[in-house]
């Protein structure tokens, strides 16, 4: 982690250095290397929640200070935004945000796209979808945009068909042919509780999103035996109240995650269970 924080920070200063002011020849070639990327006109500090991994490791101070709080649910990131506790948020999904907000009618956009999480199918039983047993129970999250996610994947794989238009997120209601009677959803949990259900051997298989089988210690190598393929996967948003989608330190914070330093550290880091995109 540290090693990443060291290429973030100097990611930010380096489109922050219009911002420091001053007139030496050094800062006035710096802002010339600058020139078209977003920048600050003092330094800031942006409250920003995440998720504990990857998120809090795609992320760090220098130029702009990131104070970051760290999430272990979906909820709270979105009503801490809404309250102002935070000023940015980076968890969620365009699936998920467009959910939240027509339940709730929280007034925010995404500024724009920063990685995918595949969410993965893992057993600890079973090497393929295809060998799972009659009657196999599937653990999932009781997110129903998560669920839009998951059965997909076993529709790709031939196991079940689905009933909805393209486009649309699909829930249970949606299965329209299960030969093998693959039980969906008897058990629903947070998804922050999806590893532990893995580890202690619940269903036949469990439905993760990724950042929580990294933070639950999961093998994702071992264990993993499908998972979202990479035309359909949604990318995790910075997002903001919308009030405040044009404030420049914001713009930086964008450039900086999208950056190719970040995009490395990215693909070195997590091998493959995390993508970036952007």
């Given at each position: 982690?540290?090693?990443?924080?060291?290429?973030?920070?100097?990611?930010?200063?380096?489109l922050s250095?219009?911002?420091?002011?001053?007139?030496?020849?050094?800062?006035?070639?710096?802002?010339?290397?600058?020139?078209?990327?977003?920048?600050?006109?003092?330094?800031?500090?942006?409250?920003?929640?995440?998720?504990?991994?990857?998120?809090?490791?795609v992320?760090?101070?220098?130029?702009?200070?990131?104070?970051?709080?760290?999430?272990?649910?979906y909820?709270l990131?979105n009503?801490?935004?809404r309250?102002?506790?935070?000023?940015?948020?980076?968890?969620?999904?365009?699936?998920?945000?467009?959910?939240?907000?027509?339940?709730?009618?929280?007034?925010?956009?995404?500024?724009?796209?920063?990685?995918?999480?595949?969410?993965?199918?893992?057993?600890?039983?079973?090497?393929?979808?295809?060998?799972?047993?009659?009657g196999?129970?599937?653990?999932?999250?009781?997110?129903?945009?998560?669920?839009?996610?998951?059965?997909?994947?076993?529709e790709?794989?031939?196991?079940?068909?689905?009933?909805?238009?393209?486009?649309?997120?699909?829930?249970?209601?949606?299965?329209?042919?299960?030969?093998?009677?693959?039980?969906?959803?008897?058990?629903?949990?947070?998804?922050?509780?999806?590893?532990?259900?893995?580890?202690?051997?619940?269903?036949?298989?469990?439905?993760?999103?990724?950042?929580?089988?990294?933070?639950g210690?999961?093998?994702?190598?071992?264990?993993?035996?499908?998972?979202?393929?990479?035309?359909?996967?949604?990318?995790?948003?910075?997002?903001v109240?919308?009030?405040?989608?044009?404030?420049?330190?914001?713009?930086?914070?964008?450039?900086?995650?999208?950056?190719?330093?970040?995009?490395?550290?990215?693909?070195?880091q997590?091998?493959?269970?995390?993508?970036?995109?952007?």
């Open positions: 982690m540290k090693k990443f924080l060291s290429i973030i920070g100097a990611a930010t200063l380096s250095l219009v911002a420091c002011g001053g007139t030496s020849e050094e800062d006035t070639q710096g802002a010339e290397e600058a020139e078209g990327e977003a920048s600050v006109d003092e330094p800031v500090t942006i409250k920003i929640g995440a998720s504990a991994v990857p998120h809090t490791e992320l760090e101070e220098r130029g702009i200070t990131l104070e970051i709080e760290t999430f272990t649910d909820i990131p009503t801490a935004l309250d102002g506790d935070i000023d940015v948020n980076y968890f969620q999904t365009p699936g998920y945000l467009a959910q939240q907000i027509e339940e709730y009618d929280y007034d925010f956009v995404s500024l724009g796209e920063v990685h995918a999480e595949p969410i993965g199918i893992y057993s600890k039983e079973y090497s393929s979808l295809e060998e799972l047993p009659e196999a129970e599937i653990i999932f999250s009781d997110s129903i945009s998560d669920h839009g996610r998951i059965l997909p994947i076993f790709r794989a031939g196991l079940i068909e689905l009933d909805v238009e393209e486009g649309e997120l699909a829930t249970i209601d949606d299965i329209s042919s299960n030969p093998k009677n693959l039980v969906f959803g008897s058990q629903q949990v947070e998804a922050r509780f999806l590893a532990p259900s893995f580890e202690n051997g619940e269903g036949d298989a469990v439905a993760i999103n990724t950042n929580y089988a990294l933070e210690g999961v093998d994702i190598e071992q264990y993993g035996i499908a998972f979202e393929s990479e035309d359909v996967l949604q990318p995790n948003l910075i997002v109240r919308a009030e405040d989608q044009d404030r420049p330190e914001f713009q930086v914070l964008v450039e900086v995650l999208q950056s190719e330093e970040v995009r490395q550290f990215i693909e070195e997590y091998n493959g269970a995390v993508i970036p995109m952007g």
